[in-house]
Antibody, heavy 122, light 111 residues
Framework: QVQLQESGPGLVKPSQTLSLTCTVS??????????WSWIRQPPGKGLEWIGY???????FYNPSLMSRVAISVDTSKNHFSLKLSFVTAADTAVYFC??????????????WGPGTLVTVSS | QSALTQPASVAGSPGQSITISCTGT?????????VSWYQQHPGKAPKLMIY???KRPSGVSNRFSGSKSGNTASLTISGLQAEDEADYYC???????????FGGGTKLTVL
């Protein structure tokens, strides 16, 4: 069974770049036509889709974050990564990575990592 | 403000049934069969409970069911159990520009 695990700094200073990695185990990131996604949840609030990537590097982003987000994949390490630049306190959230099964829509998430809290503060 | 509208909270007693609504527009819920529902317990990751409006992943109880009418999708939980107390989120495909939208979440309390 596939498992996902987020990792990265828990504290980022304002205006800097948030960087997280999601390591996939129990299956190859290159198999099955899956997309691999990042989703975040500010404390006490709802879920927000950030974007997703295919193992070839094909990416799609939330239009509201597109100017600051980059998602990349490293097939040799079986992981994918998130970079969010020019962060502010509003970017403080639990960040989840998730798998997106191959459908016509790519808008459902069947496996999730446990999430990692990133706080933006000086 | 979330793209999909859900009630902030619903409540029910053990054994009862409840329904959570998820209202979107003709650009998302109303136009596609790709509506999914997630259950999230405190401090945990969301769990997929319903996909493609009404399908259940393997291992999800048949007490959970989904439906859609027009721009509104619904999640019904029958035979409420204490373990169902959680936050529930809907999600929809929203076309090639926006792609994915979530609801604001509904807190289910089992009385």
């Amino acid at each position: 069974q596939v498992q996902l695990q987020e990792s990265g700094p828990g504290l980022v200073k304002p205006s800097q770049t948030l960087s997280l990695t999601c390591t996939v185990s129990g299956g190859s990131i290159t198999s099955g036509d899956y997309y691999w996604s990042w989703i975040r949840q500010p404390p006490g609030k709802g879920l927000e889709w950030i974007g997703y990537t295919y193992y070839t590097g094909n990416t799609f982003y939330n239009p509201s974050l597109m100017s600051r987000v980059a998602i990349s994949v490293d097939t040799s390490k079986n992981h994918f990564s998130l970079k969010l630049s020019f962060v502010t306190a509003a970017d403080t959230a639990v960040y989840f990575c998730a798998r997106v099964p191959p459908k016509d829509s790519y808008a459902e998430f069947d496996y999730w990592g446990p999430g990692t809290l990133v706080t933006v503060s000086s | 403000q979330s793209a999909l509208t859900q009630p902030a909270s619903v409540a029910g007693s053990p054994g009862q049934s409840i329904t959570i609504s998820c209202t979107g527009t003709s650009s998302d819920v109303g136009s596609y069969k790709f509506v999914s529902w997630y259950q999230q317990h405190p401090g945990k990751a969301p769990k997929l409970m319903i996909y493609e409006v009404s399908k259940r992943p393997s291992g999800v109880s048949n007490r959970f069911s989904g439906s859609k009418s027009g721009n509104t999708a619904s999640l019904t939980i029958s035979g409420l159990q204490a373990e169902d107390e959680a936050d529930y989120y809907c999600c929809s495909y929203a076309g090639r520009s926006t792609l994915v939208v979530f609801g604001g979440g509904t807190k289910l309390t089992v009385l």
